[in-house]
T-cell receptor, first 111, second 116 residues
């Protein structure tokens, strides 16, 4: 079955720096890879989706890369702010199938 | 953007009672909805896929008689936890996909269930 690993359970970073989160997966390559933000006691909020034939996607201060050879996605938040503190989840989708989620990385941006 | 609501947001019940959780897509039609549960500091675990007008598809290890799912319309799916026990205490989250768009899922705010 598909296994997803997000590099660390928790990541602390200084305000203004770039946060980089990693998502690695095994077995088959997904059609899509998605990143979500989850705040405590809330449901996940969709951030970005990247397809298997795309290398990079950007949205404001967010950037996602997708390397199907390495079976890895990197999620970057530039000029990080304390408001970016949350748990970030990566999720894989083979296409028209339920998403499979990683455990998430809890990001803390320190002022 | 697409909005999904859940009701109730929190519920406390006695062991042995049944609890119904509603998931609604407020401004779009959702042919497919998903139900997840999440334990503290753990990932979302898919429980079942709910398709409008048909029976839900349950993931392995999820008791369909315990977790009843009904998707009676394109905007409403319900999850009923029957004869709840303390081990059913968890955070239940639903999500919905826009009809015709297979990519993005929109999640509800979640329901915190505590069974005493």
């Amino acid at each position: 079955s598909q296994k997803i690993e997000q590099n660390s359970e928790a990541l602390n970073i200084q305000e203004g720096k770039t946060a980089t989160l990693t998502c690695n997966y095994t077995n088959y390559s997904p059609a899509y890879l998605q990143w979500y933000r989850q705040d405590p006691g809330r449901g996940p909020v969709f951030l970005l989706l990247i397809r298997e034939n795309e290398k990079e996607k950007r949205k404001e201060r967010l950037k996602v890369t997708f390397d199907t050879t390495l079976k890895q996605s990197l999620f970057h938040i530039t000029a990080s702010q304390p408001a970016d503190s949350a748990t970030y989840l990566c999720a894989l989708d083979k296409g028209n199938t339920p998403l499979v989620f990683g455990k998430g990385t809890r990001l803390s941006v320190i002022a | 953007g697409a909005v999904v609501s859940q009701h109730p947001s929190r519920v406390i019940c006695k062991s042995g009672t049944s609890v119904k959780i509603e998931c609604r897509s407020l401004d779009f039609q959702a042919t497919t909805m998903f139900w997840y549960r999440q334990f503290p500091k753990k990932s979302l675990m898919l429980m079942a896929t709910s398709n409008e007008g048909s029976k839900a598809t349950y993931e392995q290890g999820v008791e369909k008689d315990k977790f009843l799912i009904n998707h009676a319309s394109l905007t409403l799916s319900t999850l009923t936890v029957t004869s709840a026990h303390p081990e059913d205490s968890s955070f239940y989250i639903c999500s919905a996909k826009l009809a015709g768009i297979q990519e993005t899922q929109y999640f509800g705010p979640g329901t915190r269930l505590l069974v005493l």
